[in-house]
């Protein structure tokens, strides 16, 4: 099993930063790409960055420009920066942990991001 811990959520004025970590402990030598996801109320849960193990990214397009993903692999830990935020993209930030085990999805609890106009 994977375990996720998010940390670094809160509140923000629109045109400010926030970091959001994620720490993984347990089966870590089985996870392939990790991630992040935001979800609102009422609305799908959506990718908004990934990371592989060798350091290739994926970002959605509503944050390139605006957010980087990276990973400290020595501390099993995954980052994402986030730039010149806007209320848009308030919402609950989950880590993610795709893997090569039979559960393969892994969350963390998600972190609340709040960004005021």
């Known amino acids: 099993q994977v375990q996720l811990v998010e940390s670094g959520g809160g509140l923000v004025q629109a045109g400010g930063s926030l970091r959001l970590s994620c720490a993984a402990s347990?089966?870590?030598?089985?996870?392939?790409?990790m991630g992040w996801y935001r979800q609102n109320p009422g609305k799908q849960r959506e990718l908004v960055a990934t990371?592989?193990?060798?350091?290739?990214?994926n970002y959605a397009d509503s944050v390139k420009g605006r957010f980087t993903i990276s990973r400290d692999n020595a501390k099993n830990t995954v980052y994402l920066q986030m730039n010149s935020l806007t209320p848009e993209d308030t919402a609950v930030y989950y880590c993610?942990?795709?893997?090569?085990?039979?559960?393969?999805?892994?969350w963390g609890q998600g972190t609340q991001v709040t960004v005021s106009s």
């Open positions: 993610n942990a795709d893997t090569s085990s039979t559960t393969r999805y892994y």
């Open positions: 347990g089966s870590i030598f089985s996870i392939i790409v």
């Open positions: 990371i592989t193990r060798g350091g290739y990214t």
